[in-house]
């Protein structure tokens, strides 16, 4: 790699700054201000280290009044070119991320990137970024056994150089998809689950609402269509329906069929839902005093009640009888789907849970398609049940294998995607529901979520905190910048960043799994994408097509 005070591609030089805000550089003449965005990744060569950085403002000034006050008529164009060089020039703010000694090299070595402590000097010289560089700070994907990276995208501006997540650190932590409606999270959460699948880094369950995941599915604006899980990893991915009729219509057989009986639902499954059914606070505490009366049959023994028994049975259990009513009401709506069942499950029904763990002990992944249960209610109750179900399977599962000590039985990582996040893990409930005690226990029993929301706000500040990995797309809400960013300490930085993404195919990452916050072009989900996750190109092919585009 070249020395950047050698390279064509050097964009000016420090003149001031500090550790708490990041340098100021001054750009070079010969390079236009419009041709420098925000969050580009730049080397700034310090004396002792090199600096990678990311640019976060751009800023024209003058050094005098007169030129702001009389500035050269548009004919005048030798003059504006004598002010451009002399008294008009163009500060741009640069945030390192990460420092390297190169005392003793100025190329850069294997040696590790380290947090920044310190600052470059005066005039140090401030160039682009190269593929080595992405390379060294970022990794490089590698199809050897063992490897943990996975392309994701580019740098923005650097469209033929791959960037890489760390896969292993990526499924340690619960991670997340955050954007606004239409903006690819869909697609970013597709090329994360392939990243996982293709390299075996974890197992997926997919609760998948609207039939995005699993099969192929119609490209959205465009002509085409785009290959779903199934259709890319064959027998390593099971889909299961609430829905088989609609499967079926969609040219595809599940692997199985799920009911919800309900003995299986515990009033804490109904906390998410407490919005779309309207639910007071002393409704709720109704489930909970039936639950101490009649055991798992409570749901049962409610739905089963006659409107005219309400006072009888409010009485009975020591609950509010008009509460008791409305949470009848509104719980009567789950007797519309045909995947619930109010009489218990029999002997001969196999518990569809099993057949979740077998699979996932099995290394298969698992897409839960709602076919045309589309709505909100059916997606809160359904993904609740079955994830605490196998949060506390998990969690016992775990304990066996530290008491046993013994390598055969450490349960595989799996990871869990759910879509409307926040309406899991709202303040006030996230506490109370499985994915809430996942996201801020569960990394020690080798369970973590990949949360997919346009609404970050909406989450609970502790869950946000314990959020791995951040892939951001296009965020307009303040609300949701902020709390997106909420423990960063670049936070002022990156929000500049953040409004200047595009609200199609950019994201901005940052967290566990990357070594520095950056933006991203996320990699095309495309025929090229297909046949490499089939096993059908190598990486001499993969490189040939990248590098034409």
Not at 263 to 282: A, Y
């Amino acid at each position: 790699m070249q020395h950047p005070n050698d390279r064509p591609d050097k964009l000016g030089v420090v003149t001031h700054g500090s550790l708490s805000k990041g340098v100021a550089m001054k750009l070079a003449e010969h390079i236009d201000a419009e041709d420098i965005t925000a969050g580009t990744f730049v080397v700034v060569q310090g004396t002792h280290f090199d600096f990678f950085s990311l640019i976060t403002d751009v800023t024209i000034d003058a050094t005098n009044e007169s030129i702001r006050l009389y500035p050269p008529a548009a004919e005048e164009h030798l003059l504006r070119q004598v002010v451009r060089g002399m008294g008009a020039y163009t500060t741009v703010d640069v945030r390192p991320m990460l420092m390297m000694d190169n005392r003793d090299h100025p190329e850069l070595s294997d040696q590790e990137a380290h947090g920044v402590k310190t600052i470059p000097s005066h005039f140090s010289p401030v160039a682009r970024a190269d593929r080595d560089d992405v390379a060294r700070v970022f990794g490089a994907e590698s199809h050897e056994d063992g490897q943990t990276y996975f392309q994701i995208g580019s740098p923005r501006g650097m469209d033929d150089i791959p960037l890489c997540v760390n896969l292993r650190k990526l499924v340690e932590r619960s991670n997340a998809v955050f954007g606004k409606t239409g903006t690819g999270k869909t697609f970013l959460t597709r090329l994360l689950l392939c990243g996982t699948i293709f390299n075996d880094a974890a197992v997926n369950l997919i609760f998948d609402m609207h039939s995005e995941y699993a099969s192929t599915v119609h490209h959205e604006g465009k002509t085409g269509f785009l290959k779903g899980l199934k259709e890319l990893f064959d027998s390593r991915v099971s889909i299961y329906s609430l829905d088989p009729e609609h499967a079926r219509q969609s040219g595809h057989r599940p692997d199985g069929t799920v009911y919800l009986y309900a003995d299986q639902i515990e009033p804490n499954d109904i906390l998410p839902l407490t919005s779309t059914f309207n639910l007071t606070s002393t409704a709720v505490d109704s489930c909970y005093a039936l639950k101490r009366r009649y055991g798992t049959g409570w749901l049962t023994e409610l739905l089963k009640a006659r409107a005219d028994e309400m006072g009888e049975l409010a009485e009975s259990i020591g609950a509010h009888e008009q509460s008791l009513k409305a949470l009848h009401r509104r719980l009567s709506r789950l007797k519309e789907y045909r995947f619930f069942k109010t009489t218990p499950r029999t002997e001969s029904e196999r518990d569809v849970l099993e057949d979740f763990l077998e699979t996932i002990d099995s290394g298969r992944h698992i897409v839960l398609e709602f076919g045309n249960y589309t709505e909100l209610t059916a997606y809160l109750l359904v993904a609740n049940v079955f994830t605490r179900r196998i949060r506390a399977r998990y969690e016992q599962k775990s304990t066996e294998y530290r008491r046993k000590r013994d390598k055969s039985q450490q349960p595989r990582q799996l990871i869990i995607t759910i879509e409307e996040a926040h309406k899991f893990l709202a303040p006030g409930i996230a506490r109370e529901t499985p994915f809430g005690k996942i996201a801020r226990e569960m990394r020690k029993f080798f369970v973590s979520l990949l949360i997919v929301d346009q609404r970050p706000s909406a989450i609970d500040e502790e869950v946000l905190s314990q959020i791995g990995t951040k892939f951001v797309c296009q965020l307009n809400d303040e609300k949701d910048i902020g709390a997106t960013l909420a423990g960063e300490s670049t936070a002022s930085g990156l929000r500049n960043i953040l409004a200047s993404i595009d609200g199609k195919q950019q994201a901005l990452i940052l967290g566990h799994a990357i070594p520095m916050p950056i933006v991203i072009r996320t990699r095309n989900y495309d025929d090229q994408f297909f046949r490499i996750m089939r096993g059908n190109q190598t990486l001499d092919e993969q490189a040939y097509d990248l590098v034409q585009g």
